[in-house]
């Protein structure tokens, strides 16, 4: 990313070399390197999707739904079989906050990838 949108490797702390003032010598003005960063920070927005994974639950009247927002695991719950999820809000009163970890989100998005067609895209 940082060399999709030009940004400096010291200052997106990739290269751990001290910046000198050889270095500050070719930034780009403060204005226009922020926008560079806005740009880039915009995409990777872009990037993490917020969305529903929903699977059958223990009774056949409830699904599991678990809930990933802009790319992070929100929490979790059961919603009514015949629910249908399709508003963020909506799933945040009725699901429970969970903290978020590498290994549930990389679960997730294993088991997103071995069954795409239990994820839903919120808007």
């Known amino acids: 990313m940082a060399e999709q949108f030009e940004l400096d490797?010291?200052?997106c702390y990739i290269?751990?070399?001290p910046i000198n003032e050889k270095d500050i010598e070719f930034l780009d003005p403060p204005s226009h390197y922020n926008g560079k960063v806005k740009t880039a920070l915009q995409e990777l927005d872009a990037q993490l999707q917020t969305f529903a994974l929903v699977d059958e639950g223990l009774e056949t009247d409830k699904k599991l739904c678990m809930l990933v927002e802009r790319g992070s695991f929100w929490g979790m719950g059961y919603i009514d079989a015949t629910q249908q999820?399709?508003?963020i809000h909506t799933l945040k009163e009725l699901?429970?906050?969970y903290a978020d970890n590498d290994f549930?989100?990389?679960s997730i998005y294993s088991?997103?990838?071995l069954n795409p067609?239990?994820?839903i895209v919120l808007g």
């Open 9 to 11: 490797k010291k200052l």
């Open 85 to 87: 999820p399709n508003n």
């Open 95 to 97: 699901l429970s906050p």
């Open 117 to 119: 067609d239990k994820k």
């Open 104 to 106: 549930i989100r990389n």
């Open 111 to 113: 088991f997103v990838e």
């Open 15 to 17: 290269d751990k070399n």
